[in-house]
């Protein structure tokens, strides 16, 4: 079975920094894209970043590029998402992900999320 379970949301000001884990377990991380997504009250829950299954690239949404920087440690299943230089449009509850693809219906696995919110 597939567990995704994400940690490190917070309240932060702007231009502060977090970081975001996500611990997976039942399955190999090798064999998938794993990405984080993030999702605000009313809209659709758009790809922040991910690391392409194989080959191991990443990929980053326009507006973190700079910001927020995607990592993994495969000895210890954990994906992180550091961010840093946080702006009030930021904020939102942040997903964790895994599939076949870095793109929203490719992935095939969610966590339940963590909120952060950027705020003075």
């Known amino acids: 079975q597939v567990q995704l379970v994400e940690s490190g949301g917070g309240l932060v000001q702007p231009g502060g920094s977090l970081r975001l884990s996500c611990v997976g377990s039942?399955?190999?991380?090798?064999?998938?894209?794993i990405g984080w997504f993030r999702q605000e009250p009313g809209k659709e829950r758009e790809r922040v970043s991910c690391?392409?299954?194989?080959?191991?690239?990443?990929v980053y949404a326009d507006s973190v590029k700079g910001r927020f920087t995607i990592s993994r440690d495969n000895a210890k299943n954990t994906i992180y998402l550091q961010m840093n230089s946080l702006k009030p449009e930021d904020t939102a509850v942040y997903y964790c992900?895994?599939?076949?693809?870095?793109?929203?219906?490719?992935?095939?696995?969610w966590g339940k999320g963590t909120l952060v919110t950027v705020s003075s």
């Open positions: 992900a895994v599939g076949s693809g870095c793109f929203y219906y490719g992935m095939d696995y």
């Open positions: 039942g399955f190999t991380w090798d064999d998938y894209a």
């Open positions: 690391i392409r299954r194989s080959i191991g690239s990443t």
